[in-house]
Structure formats: structure tokens, C-alpha cells
């Protein structure tokens, strides 16, 4: 989830095999005429030795891009107009792997390059336990009160509140959110999911649509979003949204940015019309120095850190494992990205 990139030497290092993959729905092989053609496989733009151990070790072939290149490993989010340029000097290209679960910095790419025979992969899932992690760390902080307390030169009156037994909203149905629901049992919290369909996810106390996000906002005392950023869940929270939450209620966002109206969370946290928040995206990201959010003391910003590269690296390794063995043989690609959906 984050815009570091890969394409510098590196190891999985000590914390390989911490974590593992989290996914919200069963794979299944793609159909036969879809199935890619096996050849040789490119990372770029710059092959890592990890993630050429990773294609070697999935029975796969790394070679330099040429006209045999069958599919692309790419690993960045930050130079998709080079993406581009490859895939267009190479339409015999079928596979292309990217390195992040979201893949809105690709999403006017994906839908140009929208063909039969082309398949997109994403890490969807791989990355879902340290993000969860980080968000029930974001929630436990808040509700302690732990921006006050590591502000604080002296001694104070006792404050905070238990997470234990409340309601919480999770703005999406993805790894992330199956991964929450797992944390949450030893809590006793019920839990409302948001999703695009009302299908249940197990787990979860209720599953509404997100057009019935705005019923369910008022009852929660935290509301996490964890959703996909597209064209249409842009600002999914904004003013209104924030109005009907609780004053005592508290924002969690560990997705995109751009899923929150920056300048309504700012009135909001301001103005004590909610409780508190903990973000590790905003929109713009980087946030400026200076921003009005750095100054308010009821907010943890971090820094698009609960995936750190030293986490997600070994998860990535894996993804493209199993993908190119799905290349080869199986046909069952894990993250599999519906182009005209942008997810």
C-alpha cells in the first residue's frame, strides 16, 4: 500500500514468514481461454533478488524484456506511464503482476490496456495482517488516549475508555476486513461490514450495502475504512458522514487517502464532531508540513507505514510464488484485478 519501491537490492530479511496472506474469497483457476501463455518473465524496472528467487522457486524463467517476454513482474506504483510504454512495445505480454493490494496508480492503464489476453494480478490480501495490526493499534491508542499522554510534561487525572464490547463499522470486505474481524473476537465488539453487495462475511454481526452506509454510521464507536480507492468511493466519508457519527466516535483509515475529505475530517476533529481519528493515508500524500491536521491533538497521522517494505517484501515474494506457479500450471492466480472496476 505504500509508493516505496522494490526495484533496489534488498533481502526478506529476519521477519520472513511473520505474516501471511489474508483472502476474502476462494481462488479459483481463470478460464481456459483466458489462461496466459507460459514464457519468460520480466521484473521491472529493475530485477530484485528476492523476487527473482521468488519466480525462480515458482518453476519460472526471469529474462530481460524482449519480444519472448509472456509477462511483466512490476515494482513500483510510481512510473506507471513506464508500464505503459512496455506493455505497448510488447502486446504479447498476458501477465502483469503489481506490487501493492491497491491499484488506483494504475487505474487509467488498466482500463487502456483492457484486452482478452491480458491478465492483471495485485497483492491483494498478502499485505492484510500488518495492516489490521496497525489498525487495531490505532484504535487501542485513541481510545487510551495515548496522543495526549506522549504529548504531556505532567502528571494528569486518569482518562480513556476500553474498546471492549462496542460497535464498529469496517468500510470494506477485503483481507483487511477478515483480518480485523479475526482480531476483534477476544474484544466482544459487534461489527458492521460495508460492502458492495450485502453477502455476508463471516464473522461479521451485519453486512449492509454501501448505499446503507449512512444508517449505520451513528451507532458505531469506531468506523474503519478499509475499502478499494475508485472513481466512485472517492470522499466516501465526507461531511455528511463525519456529521452522523457519534461526538465520542473515532476514524480509523488504513486504505487510501482519497477516501476521506481531508478538509471535512479537519472541521471535523476541530470542531469536537468526533472524537478522534488515526490515519496512516491522506490526500495529499505526503501531508504537507504545516498542514492543520498535524496540529490537531486528537489525531495519530503515520507516516503509510503499516506495511513497511521490510513486511511486505517476503509477503510480495510469496504472491509471485504462487502466481507463477499458477503461470505454469494451475491457472489459480491469487488478487486476480478486475480492469474496469479498478480493483
Same mark, same amino acid.
Given at each position: 500500500?505504500?509508493?516505496? !519501491?522494490?526495484?533496489?537490492?534488498?533481502?526478506?530479511?529476519?521477519?520472513?514468514?511473520?505474516?501471511?496472506?489474508?483472502?476474502?474469497?476462494?481462488?479459483?483457476?481463470?478460464?481456459?481461454?483466458?489462461?496466459?501463455?507460459?514464457?519468460?518473465?520480466?521484473?521491472?524496472?529493475?530485477?530484485?533478488?528476492?523476487? #527473482?528467487?521468488?519466480?525462480?522457486?515458482?518453476?519460472?524463467?526471469?529474462?530481460?524484456?524482449?519480444?519472448?517476454? !509472456?509477462?511483466?513482474?512490476?515494482?513500483?506504483?510510481?512510473?506507471?506511464?513506464?508500464?505503459?510504454?512496455? =506493455?505497448?512495445?510488447?502486446?504479447?505480454?498476458?501477465?502483469?503482476?503489481?506490487?501493492?493490494?491497491?491499484?488506483?496508480?494504475?487505474?487509467?492503464? =488498466?482500463?487502456?490496456?483492457?484486452?482478452?489476453?491480458?491478465?492483471?494480478? +495485485?497483492?491483494?490480501?498478502?499485505?492484510?495482517?500488518?495492516?489490521?495490526?496497525?489498525? =487495531?493499534?490505532?484504535?487501542?491508542?485513541?481510545? /487510551? /488516549?495515548?496522543?495526549? !499522554?506522549?504529548?504531556?510534561?505532567?502528571?494528569?487525572?486518569?482518562?480513556?475508555?476500553?474498546?471492549? +464490547?462496542?460497535?464498529?463499522?469496517?468500510?470494506?470486505?477485503?483481507?483487511?476486513?477478515?483480518?480485523?474481524?479475526? =482480531?476483534?473476537? %477476544?474484544?466482544?465488539?459487534?461489527?458492521?461490514?460495508?460492502?458492495?453487495?450485502?453477502?455476508?462475511? @463471516?464473522?461479521?454481526?451485519?453486512?449492509?450495502?454501501?448505499? +446503507?452506509?449512512?444508517?449505520?454510521?451513528?451507532?458505531?464507536? #469506531?468506523?474503519?475504512?478499509?475499502?478499494?480507492?475508485?472513481?466512485?468511493?472517492?470522499?466516501?466519508?465526507?461531511?455528511?458522514?463525519?456529521?452522523?457519527?457519534?461526538?465520542?466516535?473515532?476514524?480509523?483509515?488504513?486504505?487510501?487517502?482519497?477516501?476521506?475529505?481531508?478538509?471535512?475530517?479537519?472541521?471535523?476533529?476541530?470542531?469536537?464532531?468526533?472524537?478522534? @481519528?488515526?490515519?496512516?493515508?491522506?490526500?495529499?500524500?505526503?501531508?504537507?508540513?504545516?498542514?492543520?491536521?498535524?496540529?490537531?491533538?486528537?489525531?495519530?497521522?503515520?507516516?503509510?507505514?503499516?506495511?513497511? %517494505?521490510?513486511?511486505?517484501?517476503?509477503?510480495?515474494?510469496?504472491?509471485?510464488?504462487?502466481?507463477?506457479?499458477?503461470?505454469?500450471?494451475?491457472?489459480?492466480?491469487?488478487?486476480?484485478?478486475? %480492469?474496469?472496476?479498478?480493483?
Amino acid at each position: 500500500m505504500s509508493t516505496s !519501491r522494490y526495484d533496489q537490492p534488498s533481502t526478506a530479511g529476519p521477519l520472513a514468514g511473520q505474516h501471511a496472506a489474508v483472502l476474502s474469497i476462494d481462488v479459483t483457476p481463470v478460464a481456459d481461454e483466458l489462461r496466459p501463455t507460459p514464457g519468460p518473465i520480466a521484473i521491472l524496472p529493475t530485477p530484485n533478488a528476492l523476487f #527473482v528467487d521468488a519466480v525462480t522457486a515458482g518453476g519460472g524463467v526471469v529474462a530481460a524484456i524482449s519480444a519472448e517476454t !509472456r509477462a511483466i513482474v512490476w515494482l513500483t506504483s510510481v512510473n506507471a506511464d513506464d508500464l505503459a510504454v512496455h =506493455l505497448q512495445a510488447n502486446p504479447q505480454v498476458q501477465w502483469v503482476q503489481l506490487p501493492w493490494a491497491g491499484v488506483d496508480a494504475f487505474a487509467e492503464l =488498466l482500463k487502456i490496456q483492457d484486452r482478452p489476453h491480458l491478465l492483471w494480478t +495485485s497483492a491483494k490480501g498478502a499485505y492484510a495482517q500488518p495492516v489490521a495490526e496497525h489498525a =487495531l493499534m490505532l484504535i487501542l491508542a485513541l481510545m /487510551r /488516549r495515548i496522543p495526549e !499522554r506522549v504529548r504531556a510534561t505532567s502528571w494528569a487525572p486518569s482518562t480513556g475508555e476500553s474498546f471492549y +464490547s462496542r460497535s464498529v463499522v469496517i468500510i470494506g470486505a477485503g483481507g483487511i476486513a477478515v483480518e480485523l474481524l479475526r =482480531l476483534f473476537e %477476544p474484544f466482544g465488539v459487534t461489527t458492521t461490514v460495508v460492502r458492495r453487495s450485502t453477502a455476508p462475511l @463471516a464473522g461479521a454481526a451485519r453486512t449492509v450495502a454501501t448505499e +446503507s452506509l449512512d444508517e449505520v454510521l451513528p451507532g458505531a464507536d #469506531v468506523v474503519i475504512v478499509a475499502a478499494a480507492m475508485t472513481g466512485d468511493t472517492r470522499h466516501l466519508i465526507g461531511a455528511k458522514q463525519l456529521a452522523l457519527m457519534k461526538p465520542s466516535a473515532f476514524l480509523i483509515n488504513i486504505a487510501r487517502g482519497g477516501l476521506v475529505d481531508t478538509d471535512a475530517l479537519t472541521e471535523a476533529l476541530a470542531s469536537g464532531q468526533i472524537a478522534g @481519528a488515526g490515519i496512516d493515508v491522506s490526500d495529499p500524500e505526503p501531508l504537507p508540513d504545516g498542514h492543520p491536521l498535524w496540529s490537531e491533538p486528537n489525531i495519530i497521522i503515520t507516516p503509510h507505514s503499516a506495511d513497511t %517494505p521490510e513486511m511486505t517484501a517476503p509477503l510480495l515474494a510469496a504472491r509471485l510464488q504462487q502466481n507463477v506457479e499458477a503461470f505454469l500450471g494451475s491457472g489459480g492466480f491469487v488478487g486476480v484485478v478486475d %480492469p474496469q472496476a479498478g480493483y
